[in-house]
């Protein structure tokens, strides 16, 4: 919490005239005081701003504050994808931030196969929080909205490439850290081989509050209960 600075009270300020006096021969002349006093009232401005995210972020919630990059990793693929984690090494960016691949634990192949995305993750808040601001794969990406993009309260289309079982794409939008806060759920079709192709879908935020930030997220489907399918998300913030 921040309070500004107040404006301290200014003090009254007086005038005081006095007339002159005439010659020793005439008569004293009447002399006359006048006071003009003006009063400024004390003001206090007090400005409250809530702690925050320097920027928006889809997981977790503002806050909740994870120590290491692997532990919020772990709950977002658990939480959000809802498979059991499997995660490369935390790949280190710069000072606040770094990457980690989620991977495939399909069957027949080796759960380190495949890579189905890779977690953007970044220090926020006031106690420097691990939190995943977005998640990029070639086979699953949101190109409109763009990310971090101000979005209406209402319809919204989102528009990318990604592929999926038999063509199976799903387009998901959710209040950023409560992924059981689902705003809306759309089955499109992207590509059903290896190249990913066009989807659309248009999804319905008018259940978002204003000012907050939501996830959307695309999958490819697999049919396999332990497979995420490849993944892509961003956050979005609805008009206040």
């Known amino acids: 919490m921040r309070t500004t600075r107040s404006t301290a009270a200014l003090l009254a300020v007086a005038l005081l005239a006095l007339a ?29 701003v809530p702690a925050g995210l320097e920027q928006p972020a889809i997981w977790p919630a503002a806050d909740v504050v994870f120590d290491r990059p692997e532990d919020a990793a772990e709950d977002f693929v658990r939480e959000v994808l809802g498979v059991p984690p499997t995660l490369g090494e935390f790949q280190q960016g710069d000072a606040r931030s770094g990457e980690v691949d989620v ?6 192949e080796t759960p380190t196969s495949v890579v189905r995305g890779r977690l953007l993750l970044r220090q926020l808040g006031p106690d420097d929080g691990w939190f995943v601001v977005g998640a990029v794969n070639d086979n699953a990406a949101i ?21 999926g079982f038999e063509a ?26 290896e190249t990913p192709e066009p989807f659309t879908a248009t999804l319905d935020l008018s259940g978002a509050p204003a000012g907050s930030v939501v996830a959307l997220l ?12 490849d993944f892509g998300a961003i956050p979005v913030v609805v008009e206040g």
Request: charged share 20%; hydrophobic share 25%.
């Open 143 to 163: 190109t409109t909205p763009a990310s971090s993009a101000e979005v209406p309260a209402g319809s919204l289309t989102v528009s990318g490439r990604a592929r």
């Open 103 to 108: 991977f495939s634990t399909g069957e027949g």
């Open 20 to 48: 002159g006096c005439g010659d020793d021969d005439e008569p004293e002349a009447d002399t006359t005081t006048s006071t003009t006093s003006t009063t400024v009232a004390d003001s206090t401005t007090t400005t409250t």
């Open 218 to 229: 695309v999958q490819g489907g697999t049919g396999l209960e332990t497979d995420p399918g």
């Open 168 to 193: 199976t794409v799903v387009v998901r939008a959710f209040v950023a850290g409560d992924a059981e806060t689902e705003l809306d759920r759309q089955v499109t079709t992207g590509g059903a081989l």
